[in-house]
């Protein structure tokens, strides 16, 4: 009980938005609700919306939170690489962040593509996100439409190798570090192909 009333006690909008995260990364992106996190934090619902703007404004503040972090973890990575070793070391790092935060970062996903209205700070933080990724891309001698190609392409490699893998989807007994490595090699010397002469 004295337990509670303390977590109640030090309850803001951080907490709340950290232990949505938390919530999320341990039970899946459907777990999420505004009664399920209440029950968490050891408050009645209604008390949440001292917080956050209901689900909605959760979603919100989580889409910025995993924005934030993401945007941090690439921009560490990127730092003083460029080329090969730059390309690896950011689709390592988003790799890590997605099975570090997966619940987290598939709530992202969803919000970001859902806003009913454009929301400056989480546009400001994928933004972030984008320069870095496009930073390193250049590094290739790629710009304008075909380095946003590349990052597309980054991503989408990146996403679809992290998402199969929190999802239980390779089943065979083979080193999955050495496969992502692998895959996102063949990125690499595709963009060396594609590198303007």
Do not use: C
């Not at 995260?21 to 029950?39: M, N, W």
């Not at 919306?49 to 990127?78: D, I, M, S, T």
Request: aromatic letters at 4%; proline letters at 3%.
């Amino acid at each position: 009980m004295a337990r509670k009333a303390a977590r109640r006690a030090r309850l803001d909008t951080s907490a709340v938005v950290q232990a949505a995260a938390d919530l999320l990364d341990a039970e899946g992106a459907d777990a999420l609700t505004l009664s399920r996190l209440a029950e968490q934090l050891g408050i009645q619902t209604p008390s949440l919306y001292n917080h956050v703007e209901g689900l909605p404004g959760l979603q919100r503040e989580l889409a910025r939170l995993n924005a934030r972090r993401l945007g941090e973890r690439l921009a560490e990575a990127a730092i003083g690489k460029s080329g090969a070793d730059g390309l690896l070391a950011v689709a390592q790092a988003f790799r890590a962040h997605i099975k570090a935060h997966p619940g987290l970062y598939l709530a992202h996903l969803r919000a970001s593509g859902n806003q009913a209205a454009p929301d400056a700070e989480l546009q400001a933080a994928e933004r972030r996100i984008l320069e870095i990724v496009l930073a390193v891309v250049a590094s290739f001698g790629l710009a304008g439409d075909d380095a946003l190609h590349a990052v597309r392409g980054l991503r989408a490699v990146t996403h679809g190798f992290a998402t199969l893998e929190i999802a239980g989807g390779f089943g065979l007994p083979l080193d999955l570090d050495e496969s992502f490595q692998r895959l996102v090699w063949m990125l690499i010397h595709g963009l060396e192909a594609a590198r303007p002469i």
